[in-house]
């Protein structure tokens, strides 16, 4: 790794440097007031410095029912300050279902036109895997029993200022009622949703301005200013408009300034410019006592360090942020695809169809060596493996290079095809390659709520140095896809190398995992099985272990992670978390926000009716004695 130069430089910058600061967002100037909050007490400000740790904090949040629950006159009383921004949604899915909200027409919409259109992100409940929720209410053309609220919140504000999310933040502080944060609902384990909860929904706040100079310690440069609920094609249309690139989801429309930045945020120029926490100069948020500050390297600097990566909901709520802009960036794509099917008597077999599963699994492994001199040279690798009929597989994957022409791409390639064709794979490097501008304007669509969980590992570069541990690494990819014959699931590997020197300055100073900073590969078995179960854990486990074994001491992305995940304060956060729970713990001293596997949620647990560990759809009470109470 080369040396940061820049570190070496920030001496010449004074710790009190300030940045040259643009006009706020419009919904960050509004503000909530003494003269808003009056004398409605549940919506007064707190003072977390005369806090001690969960004082007058009681066992379990107030759930529906209790005595402590908000009567109808104080949400009613909670809305007029809101504006009427105070939602008390159904699940969508109910029209579906026998009973009052029943809607034949609406139920096809959502069951066959619904993903044509952005529906399912406008939709206020939803997280678009419905096994966190407990899948009480599952959208389905055949509805067995009840559609039932389950782990949706009970109340959402719809939030599009400031003022709103600081009434809610206060309100649920001071009924002790569960808060949760929701944009988009891309959310695989179960952190945007939560039973008995005030949900937070910043979906609406979709500011954004583009500022042509801007500075802030030793950055200057251009910038852009993002509303926490910008999605990945809307930043798109934005840097087509002013000739600009922004690091961005690669998904369309997950949301480019809310839990993907704050986890990392991984995306296909990543090798070139860092992730998604890397860009961040400055941060709106309001935190558990209800304030709106800023964050930045020189002004609350410890939120600023942990929300760059060190879990998000749990620290405060995120409401805008200044992210580093480029010049226009072209990508280049090179795709390659290799099948392993059962044997014919062809005698002119199909380009990349393979017969012999070693000779699959080969030229399989061949590639994942090779792409680690595409991530070296700023690039990205996606890439699939599927299970089929058989014991016969599909790879597809594809090999992104930023900046670089068609006819680089190709030369840089063709040492990967000499290799193939010298074990017998009749494949040909592509020619017909074309550059496309990165985050090319579109619309954003939505899949419907499904199923899908990720188990994940992020695999260190020291397994393609050396071969016999390279061996090792790709036998425990085989063996472990090998698993998704029998049981339900496919290979993904996603692979990028953002250095702390290509994170650079104030983005290597952020709380990202470290294992994101020696990583070549993002590898996942990505289950899509209808029902969730302890006894499903345990296979998946088994099959993961085979991936830990051959990186010990790495780590795991928990934005594509296991909320199961064994020893997760490792795994998601390395030797970060101690400081990122000692700033949780200062930060937010009555546990206003928990979401699970962020810094100090151990020290509380949801109680789930439906028996799974993993459901948010339960009470959630402390953990007495937890080494991570909070």
Not at 188 to 201: I, N, P
Not at 274 to 287: H, W
Not at 300 to 324: C, E, H, M, P, Q
Request: aromatic share 12%.
């Amino acid at each position: 790794m080369k040396p940061d130069l820049f570190l070496a430089c920030l001496s010449i910058y004074p710790t009190w440097t300030t940045a040259l600061k643009p006009r706020a967002l419009f919904s960050d100037s509004i503000q909530l007031t003494q003269q808003d909050i009056g004398d409605f007490a549940a919506i007064d400000f707190g003072d977390e410095t005369g806090v001690s740790l969960n004082s007058n904090v009681p066992d379990c949040k107030v759930f529906p029912g209790d005595d402590a629950w908000p009567s109808v006159a104080e949400w009613a009383r909670l809305n007029r300050t809101l504006g009427g921004a105070l939602l008390k949604p159904e699940p969508s899915a109910a029209a579906c279902y026998p009973g009052p909200d029943f809607d034949q027409a609406q139920c096809q919409f959502l069951l066959r036109n619904a993903t044509s259109s952005h529906y399912w992100l406008d939709e206020p409940l939803v997280a678009l895997t419905e096994w966190s929720q407990g899948s009480t209410c599952p959208l389905t053309s055949d509805p067995q029993g009840n559609c039932t609220r389950g782990g949706f919140p009970e109340y959402v504000v719809n939030a599009t200022s400031v003022k709103h999310i600081q009434a809610a933040v206060n309100f649920a502080r001071n009924k002790h009622i569960r808060l949760i944060i929701k944009n988009t609902g891309h959310d695989f384990g179960g952190r945007s949703v939560g039973a008995g909860s005030l949900s937070v929904w910043t979906h609406q706040l979709k500011e954004m301005e583009f500022i042509p100079s801007y500075s802030i310690g030793p950055y200057q440069g251009m910038a852009a200013h993002l509303g926490a609920g910008v999605e990945s094609w809307e930043e798109h249309n934005f840097m087509a408009a002013n000739n600009i690139t922004v690091v961005s989801p690669g998904c369309g429309t997950v949301g480019g300034v809310g839990g993907w930045m704050s986890v990392a945020g991984h995306t296909t120029i990543t090798s070139t410019y860092g992730l998604g926490a890397d860009q961040v100069l400055s941060l709106g948020v309001v935190t558990a006592s209800g304030r709106f500050v800023t964050a930045d390297p020189y002004t609350n600097s410890d939120l600023f360090y942990a929300i760059r990566g060190g879990g998000g909901a749990t620290y405060g709520v995120v409401t805008s942020a200044i992210y580093k802009a480029y010049p226009p960036v072209r990508v280049t794509t090179s795709s390659l695809r290799l099948s392993l099917s059962v044997p014919t008597n062809t005698s002119s077999p199909t380009p990349g169809v393979l017969t012999d599963a070693d000779q699959f699994w080969q030229g399989v492994g061949l590639y994942y060596r090779f792409v680690a001199k595409v991530l070296d040279a700023g690039g990205y690798g996606f890439s699939y493996i599927y299970p089929g009929a058989n014991n016969t597989f599909s790879f597809t994957t594809t090999s992104q290079f930023p900046n670089f022409t068609p006819a680089a791409v190709f030369s840089f390639m063709q040492p990967l095809y000499t290799d193939l064709n010298r074990i017998g794979i009749n494949v040909t490097n592509p020619s017909s390659l074309f550059p496309s501008i990165y985050g090319s304007p579109g619309v954003g669509r939505a899949p419907a709520p499904g199923n899908t969980r990720y188990r994940s590992r992020l695999l260190p570069r020291e397994n393609w140095e050396d071969d016999e541990l390279w061996n090792r690494t790709i036998n425990a990819i085989r063996k472990a896809t090998e698993g998704g014959f029998e049981n339900d699931f496919y290979f993904h590997g996603t692979l990028a190398s953002p250095t702390a020197e290509v994170a650079g300055w104030p983005g290597s100073e952020n709380a990202v995992n470290p294992a994101w900073r020696n990583n070549r590969m993002h590898a996942m078995l990505m289950d899509q099985a209808p029902q969730q179960s302890a006894e499903r854990d345990a296979i998946l486990r088994g099959y993961m272990d085979l991936l830990r074994e051959v990186s010990p001491g790495a780590g795991s992305y928990m934005n594509e992670g296991d909320p199961g995940e064994p020893n997760w304060q490792q795994a998601f956060y390395g030797y970060h978390y101690p400081r990122l729970v000692g700033i949780k713990r200062a930060r937010d001293p009555w546990s206003v926000f928990w979401a699970p596997t962020t810094p100090g949620s151990e020290g509380w647990a949801v109680r789930p009716v439906d028996g799974y560990a993993e459901s948010q759809n339960g009470r959630l009470c402390r953990v007495r004695g937890s080494d991570g109470e909070n």
